[in-house]
């Protein structure tokens, strides 16, 4: 069984830094797609950053530059660097992980088997 645990959350002003940490277990962390995802009310799970089956990392537009995703095998763990965040980057953040998942599939929620409890990131001042 596959079990991912979040954490990392909080609120933070704007421009401020967070960084959100997914271990998981049950799995080797090489041989899953590992993605984070973002939601806010009414609205739909939102691709974020991905790192396809442990090779090319990719984002979505509006985080490019600013959010940096990165993994450490030894701790299986995968974790986001979020800086000059922004109001509209509050939502509860997701982490995400398949074993089967195709590059097409990467920013599609609804193609993942295993997902985290979620962790809020409210960006105010």
């Known amino acids: 069984q596959v079990l991912l645990t979040e954490s990392g959350g909080g609120l933070v002003p704007p421009g401020g830094s967070l960084t959100l940490s997914c271990k998981i277990s049950?799995?080797?962390?090489?041989?899953?797609?590992m993605s984070w995802f973002r939601q806010t009310p009414g609205n739909e799970r939102e691709f974020v950053a991905g790192v396809f089956r442990g090779t090319r990392t990719y984002y979505t537009n509006s985080v490019q530059g600013r959010f940096t995703m990165s993994r450490d095998n030894a701790k299986s763990t995968v974790y986001l660097q979020m800086n000059s965040l922004k109001p509209e980057d509050t939502a509860v953040y997701y982490c995400a992980a398949d074993g089967r998942l195709i590059l097409s599939s990467l920013r599609l929620a609804s193609q993942y088997d295993y997902w985290g409890q979620g962790t809020q990131v409210t960006v105010s001042s």
């Open positions: 049950g799995r080797t962390l090489n041989s899953y797609t």
